[in-house]
């Protein structure tokens, strides 16, 4: 039931998706609110089925022929696999498979080795933190700056030596804002 001074309604105009949208910029305007909508169902559909998916929309000249696309894993690892009808297209899929299952091998190594360097990382820093530790305690002090440095061994100096200058330029920093200066120590 309408309502004395309303419209009927929903508000919104209702277009015939079955026919081509007569005016240019309406029609470039359909396309900038739909065109992300189709590549993220697009990206959707390869990813419940794990199908390779290439969407290419290429627009005329008349609309200064820009071309977008969106392609899952890639639009030209998708157009590998399109039979060409230059060459013979036996080989062309198992390449492709080929190739990515050495990416996809190279990509695990280069995975592993990362890994290998965060633990590593990590059992330096550890040793630096037992190193201050230490010196710490041979120095009688729970203030880590002061520790002994005798104590530290060559890994944990240039650390400790990093800390030091940070609390130095924060001391500088303090220093300069209630002078109103920069001074320099």
């Known amino acids: 039931m309408v ?10 105009k209702k277009t015939d998706t079955s026919k081509l949208i007569p ?5 470039q305007f359909a396309l900038s609110k739909r ?3 189709l590549f993220r169902m697009a990206g959707v559909l390869a990813t419940i089925t794990g199908a390779q998916v290439a969407v290419v929309v290429v627009l005329p000249a008349s609309a200064r022929g820009k071309e977008y696309a969106f392609g899952s894993p890639s639009v030209d690892a998708v157009l590998q696999r ?3 009808s230059s060459a013979g297209n036996a080989a062309a899929l198992p390449v492709a498979e080929e190739d990515d299952a050495a990416r996809v091998s190279a990509l695990r190594q280069e995975l592993e080795d990362i890994k290998g360097l965060v633990t590593a990382e990590g059992a330096r820093i550890k040793a630096v933190e037992a190193g201050v530790k230490r010196a710490k305690v041979a120095a009688g002090t ?9 104590k ?3 890994a944990e100096l240039p650390d400790f030596e990093a800390a030091l200058r940070q609390i130095r ?11 109103g200066t920069a001074t320099r120590f």
Do not use: I
């Open 3 to 12: 309502r004395e001074g309303q419209r009927g309604g929903s508000g919104r």
């Open 23 to 27: 005016d240019l910029k309406a029609r």
């Open 35 to 37: 065109r992300n909508t």
């Open 82 to 84: 399109l039979p060409s």
């Open 142 to 150: 729970n203030k880590w700056w002061e520790a002994d440095v005798s």
């Open 152 to 154: 530290l061994g060559a």
């Open 169 to 179: 330029d924060a001391a500088q920093r303090q220093a300069a804002e209630k002078n």
